[in-house]
């Protein structure tokens, strides 16, 4: 995102008013590790390991952090693409946690997921009319005008040609099947989408586009959005509440404003130090200082005790190895997970220093 652009962020809209769409209680995912003749549980990678959040209505919360933390996994047990191997997945007070294909297929109505890459996620033996109707035929809805016209509709919702029914994927560019798949998803109007990389695959020129699509589509559908991606200037141009992950864990999560204004958990520091500054002069002024994190990421096979961030981070003393810090709210609407956090407001209402 340009410097004109990051100025223009919109503001996140009030949240008094919103109820919550989907609540996360507990969520945990293990994939068991099986070695040895008789092929008995050796041990698990703990993609995600307890995680408490909420989506309310009308809102878009963005989840950030780095490769392997477990962001694509969560997305998936959300959506109930997989099985929980522990806690609580609530959709409208309704508990999803468990729930069989059967039980699951009314829902799918208002949970849809767009996927990382456009080119794997559309079949391309099928035409675009056949991708995007595919819904339609699988929850047995017959739209007003037939299935074609409501295709041929979602495609033009989506800056897409009606005439681009009878194509293959193979035609389209990056960006133009990213549209696809969003019309795909809106197909049977649902209220909440998962978002998993929406425009990491594709190119720099083209993201902005497909983020403002995204956009344009909340306000005039009324959209619920959880949007996973690593590129922290699409996150604060689209969400409205930011969670950090880290190794399977929610590390800090607030409205997006008070998260890069000041940053509380040393990992979300580091993270921010890292969007480059366009402008030099601001570079120069108030600009971070860059953080250079020391090491790799913990194994998710077996992470570190206590604090999961201490093996790379600056502030780590003895209690971060022996007690797991608790995600609590440092101020209303600012939740961290850590003993020692940064812009930490003293007892004056100061903000003490990283």
Sequence with gaps: MTDTQAATIPAPAPAPDRQPLLRVTGLTR???IHSGLMRRQTGAVRAVDGIDFTVNAGETLGVVGESGCGKSTMGRLVTRLDEPTAGKIEFEGTDITHLGVGAMRPLRRDIQMIFQDPYSSLNPRH???TIVGAPFRLQKAEPEGGVKKAVQELLELCGLSPEHYNRYPHEFSGGQRQRIGIARALALRPRMIVADEPVSALDVSIQAQVVNLLDDLQRELGLTYLIIAHDLSVVRHVSDRVAVMYLGKIVEIADRDSLYRAPM??????????????????RQSGGRERILLKGDVPSPINPPSGCRFRTRCWKAQEICATQEPPLVAATAGHQVACHFPENAVTGDGARASA
């Design 30 to 32: 293990h994939f068991p």
């Design 127 to 129: 035409t675009v009319g």
């Design 265 to 282: 958990h040393p990992y979300t520091t580091a993270l921010m130090s890292a969007v480059p500054v366009p402008d030099p002069r601001r």
